[in-house]
């Protein structure tokens, strides 16, 4: 079955402690996109990679980093400098070419809550 | 650059009522243009989606949407709502081009009641 997962679901950390959020696609795609959704906020993009071994900033790139050493894996460390980071973050991927041309398909998410 | 306008964070119908969801968009290229559905505590699963030909899209559980250039509008439309429609919509628009990026709207929530 091809998709995107993420790990873990539901997420508790310390303030203070960086935190690392996976996430695998199987599906062959380029671009990986990492977002935050808040209530009532949409969702906002912290990164994205359009090829191994690049990523640009997004929207909100502040107190996030992230590493693109295989195609199939994006994650995301949430460090200590981010300011509030408790939050629901979705990873997604895309093709940049093909019928599928710019949809993006979504993990399940992860519920990070900074205590 | 793009931006998109979703009116309404959240909207309220009866069963079987019809469901329409508002996305206004603005972009200085042709838009692709995408509906997504959120059920609680999960990802994003897409209904439908315009790159081009035919202005009206039909996705899944039942739900189209029309491309209107003129009014620069990709308003969500079911004819009947269940109760199982009851989730949060996300227009989104993209340019194109290689960038691939989605630009989203902030939500609406669709209630249904019995």
């Known amino acids: 079955d091809g998709g995107i997962t993420q790990s873990p679901k539901y997420l508790f950390r310390k303030e203070g402690q960086n935190v690392t959020l996976s996430c695998e696609q199987n599906?062959?795609?380029?671009?990986m996109y990492w977002y935050r959704q808040d209530p009532g906020q949409g969702l906002r993009l912290i990164y994205y990679?359009?090829?191994?071994?690049?990523?640009q900033k997004g929207d909100i790139a502040e107190g996030y980093s992230v590493s693109r050493e295989k195609k199939e894996s994006f994650p995301l460390t949430v460090t200590s400098a981010q300011k509030n980071p408790t939050a629901f973050y979705l990873c997604?991927?895309?093709?940049?070419?093909?019928?599928?041309?710019?949809?993006?398909?979504f993990g399940p998410g992860t519920r990070l809550t900074v205590l | 650059a793009q931006s998109v306008t979703q009116l309404g964070s959240h909207v309220s119908v009866s069963e079987g009522a019809l469901v329409l969801l508002r996305c206004n968009y603005s972009?200085?290229?042709?838009?692709?243009l995408f509906w997504y559905v959120q059920y609680p505590n999960q990802g994003l699963q897409l209904l439908l989606k315009?790159?081009?030909?035919?202005?009206l899209v039909k996705g899944i559980n039942g739900f189209e949407a029309e491309f209107k250039k003129s009014e620069t509008s990709f308003h969500l439309t079911k004819p009947s709502a269940h109760m199982s429609d009851a989730a949060e919509y996300f227009c989104?628009?993209?340019?194109?081009?290689?960038?691939?990026?989605?630009?989203f709207g902030k939500g609406t929530k669709l209630s249904v009641k019995p």
């Open positions: 997604a991927s895309s093709a940049l070419r093909g019928s599928s041309y710019n949809e993006q398909f």
């Open positions: 599906l062959n795609h380029d671009a």
């Open positions: 990679s359009q090829i191994v071994n690049d990523f």
């Open positions: 972009s200085s290229v042709p838009p692709y």
């Open positions: 315009y790159t081009t030909g035919a202005t």
């Open positions: 989104a628009v993209s340019g194109g081009g290689s960038q691939g990026n989605l630009i």
